[in-house]
C-alpha cells in the first residue's frame, strides 16, 4: 500500500496549524513512512480523532497508511472537501485546522486501538502488508546463546520463504536446544526442543524492524511465514525487548497458544499480529 506524505512542521512547533502551514505537497500512499513527517501525522491523526473519526487500532501514530487515509476521507465527506482520504493539500490541513465536530460523523470503518488479542482489531482486509528492503537471506548467529542448536530443516524453509516474501533479511538469534530430560543446555517452554522454534530479528535495508507498534513489513513477515507452515508466533511491545520475533512449527499442540504478545501470554497478542497469522491462514493479504 502507498502512504500520504506531508511536510512536517518547524521543529518544536508540533502543532496543527504548523502542518497545515507547511503541508504543500500531499503524496501518495505507502510505507515507507519518514521519521520528519511523524509529527505532522500526528497532528493529523489527532485532529481527525478529536472530530470523532477513529484511525484504526494502531492509534496516533504518525503513519499515513489505510486507516488515516480512510479517516481523512470520512472528514472530508462531512467537510464539503475535495477528494478522496490519499491525499492532505495545505488547503485542506486548513480546512482541517479550523473543523469541529459534526451531529453524526461519518464511520471510517476503523476499529478503536487496542493491544489485546480478544479485543476489537480491524478487519482482516484492512491489515497492511508491504514489502521491505532487504535481500531475502537467513543467517544463523545463535552459536553463544544457550539455545546454539540448529533449527529443523523445515524450520529454516519457513524463514527462507517469509524472509523472500516480505523482503527481509532474517538472523536467528536463538535456536534449537536439547529434549527436555534428555540435556541440559536448555531453557524456557519445550517449544525450541530439537529445534523446532527459532527466534529472530528481521532486517530491512540493514534497519532491524520493531515489533512494537503495527509495521507493515512485520505484518508481511508474519504472514508470510504462517503461510508457508509456521504454527505459533510470539511478538509485540513487552515481548523480546519489542524487537524479537518467535516462530515455531509447534503451535498449540505444546499445550499452549498460537500467538501472544508481553509475558508470553495469548491475551497480550497485539491486534496486527493476530491478523497477520490469521491473514498466512486463510492465504489472503498478500502484497
Known amino acids: ?32 513512512y519518514p521519521e520528519d513527517q511523524s509529527q505532522a501525522v500526528k497532528d493529523l ?28 476521507a470520512a472528514f472530508k465527506q462531512d467537510h464539503n472537501v475535495q477528494g478522496d482520504g490519499s491525499s492532505m493539500n495545505s488547503a485542506d490541513m486548513n480546512k482541517l485546522a479550523t473543523a469541529t465536530p459534526v451531529a453524526n460523523p461519518t464511520q471510517t470503518g ?56 516480505a523482503g527481509v533479511d532474517v538472523v536467528v538469534f536463538s535456536g534449537g536446544q536439547d529434549v527436555k530430560g534428555r540435556g541440559n543446555r536448555r531453557t524456557g517452554s519445550v517449544r525450541h526442543d530439537a529445534g523446532r522454534a ?12 520493531s515489533t512494537v507498534r503495527e509495521d507493515p513489513i512485520v505484518a508481511n513477515f508474519i504472514r508470510a511465514a504462517v503461510e508457508a507452515g509456521a504454527k505459533g508466533i510470539g511478538a509485540g511491545p513487552g515481548y523480546m525487548d519489542g524487537v524479537g520475533i518467535h516462530v515455531d512449527i509447534v503451535g498449540d499442540s505444546a499445550g499452549g497458544s498460537v500467538t501472544w504478545g508481553r509475558g508470553s501470554r495469548s491475551a497480550t497478542t497485539p491486534s496486527y499480529v493476530t491478523a497477520a497469522y490469521q491473514a498466512g491462514q486463510s492465504g489472503t493479504g498478500t502484497v
Not at 7 to 30: E, I, M, N, Y
Not at 49 to 60: D, F, K, N
Open 1 to 32: 500500500m502507498r502512504f500520504n506524505e506531508f511536510t512536517s512542521p518547524a521543529p518544536g512547533t508540533g502543532s496543527l496549524d504548523a502542518a497545515a502551514a507547511t503541508a504543500q505537497t500531499a503524496l501518495r500512499q505507502g510505507p515507507p
Open 45 to 72: 491523526q489527532s485532529k481527525l480523532q478529536t472530530l470523532g473519526y477513529s484511525v484504526g487500532a494502531t492509534g496516533i501514530d504518525g503513519r499515513y497508511g489505510e486507516r488515516t487515509a480512510r479517516a481523512v
Open 110 to 165: 476503523n476499529h478503536a486501538a487496542s493491544t489485546g488479542r480478544n479485543a476489537d482489531f480491524d478487519d482482516l482486509g484492512n491489515i497492511e502488508f508491504a514489502q521491505g528492503q532487504g535481500q531475502g537471506r537467513v543467517q544463523m548467529r545463535n552459536s553463544g546463546a544457550t539455545r546454539n542448536q540448529p533449527i529443523q530443516q523445515s524450520l529454516m524453509n519457513i524463514l527462507n520463504s517469509a524472509a523472500e516474501a
Open 198 to 209: 527459532a527466534d529472530v530479528w528481521i532486517y530491512s535495508g540493514g534497519r532491524r524492524l
